[in-house]
């Protein structure tokens, strides 16, 4: 009797994996829909870069760009991460993970305090709005010491999700390379902003408070359109593995689809395959 219910039990129990393993495939299907293919890719646009530094405020941001990252760093790039704001424990230990594991050649810090969430979803980060010129001023001094041909970061009209410290880092560092261009020494001729596709970007950002509040006070309607892609399918092992660093921000990061488990290692890559960026280039 008790093998028989034992039994029954095992089959009820593989029916439902086997229904949310094909649910989850469906699902992984439908979201492959989303991608634009038509959104010419990098290879060709760029010259030969040397030097590239990533500049985000918080830990676990660099992995939404680390397959240009890696990418890059293929061609012979010497990739250096910037975030500005320390998070304290675990979380800088966390990013120190996910940078050498993403290959990062070296990892800083500007040590700004990150907002309080309850301040951040009302847009009240009055010390990130007060202090733009020290932010200002660590990422130039960066940006004058490394001497980097590439800048990557988030774009200045949403900041991606709407967090109100992308879009301020985004927009420094756009002045910056817009306003700095005609001097001598100053050497970055390209800036990536981690861009998605109309399809994707409703899919992934849209749906939040932040999002539509930060749409509102900047009166846009979107992100910038993505003018390259880059197919990342071969780089999702290591930036899966980077993302598993993150441990105190894994629900995050999957509900992102910045992460998987392994059951997914085949369906994943194929369906998140690329990553999209608007491309400034100063002449
Ligand atoms: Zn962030």
Redesign the pocket.
């Known amino acids: 009797m008790f093998n028989k219910k034992s039994n029954i039990a095992s089959i009820i129990f593989l029916f439902l994996v086997l229904l949310a393993c094909s649910d989850k495939e469906e699902e992984y299907r439908r979201l492959e829909m989303l991608q634009d293919n038509g959104i010419p890719d990098l290879k060709n646009r760029i010259k030969n870069i040397s030097r590239v530094l990533v500049v985000?405020?918080?830990a676990?941001?660099e992995l939404v760009a680390a397959g240009l990252v890696l990418y890059l760093k293929e061609r012979g790039a010497i990739a250096h991460l910037l975030t500005l704001c320390d998070h304290g424990e675990p979380r800088q230990s966390e990013l120190k993970c996910s940078a050498e594991k993403i290959g990062f050649d070296k990892y800083e810090n500007g040590g700004f305090i990150n907002n309080k969430w309850e301040d951040i979803i009302e847009n009240k980060i009055l010390f990130w709005k007060e202090n733009k010129d020290k932010i200002k001023d660590v990422i130039q001094q960066k940006i004058n010491s490394f001497q980097p041909e590439a800048l990557v970061t988030y774009d200045s009209s949403i900041g991606?999700?709407g967090?109100p410290?992308?879009l301020i880092s985004a927009e420094i560092i756009e002045y910056l390379f817009k306003g700095n261009n005609n001097l001598v020494n100053f050497r970055p001729r390209y800036l990536f902003q981690i861009s998605l596709p109309p399809k994707l970007e409703d899919f992934l950002v849209a749906k939040t408070n932040m999002y539509r509040q930060t749409k509102q006070i900047k009166k846009v309607d979107r992100m910038p359109s993505p003018n390259v892609a880059i197919n990342i399918e071969k780089y999702w092992d290591v930036k899966n593995l980077a993302g598993f660093c993150h441990k105190s921000q894994l629900n995050a990061l999957k509900r992102a689809y910045l992460i998987y488990d392994k059951s997914y290692k085949k369906l994943h890559p194929k369906t998140f395959s690329k990553e999209y960026y608007r491309l400034l280039e100063n002449k």
């Open positions: 985000v405020p918080h676990d941001d991606a999700t967090h410290e992308h």
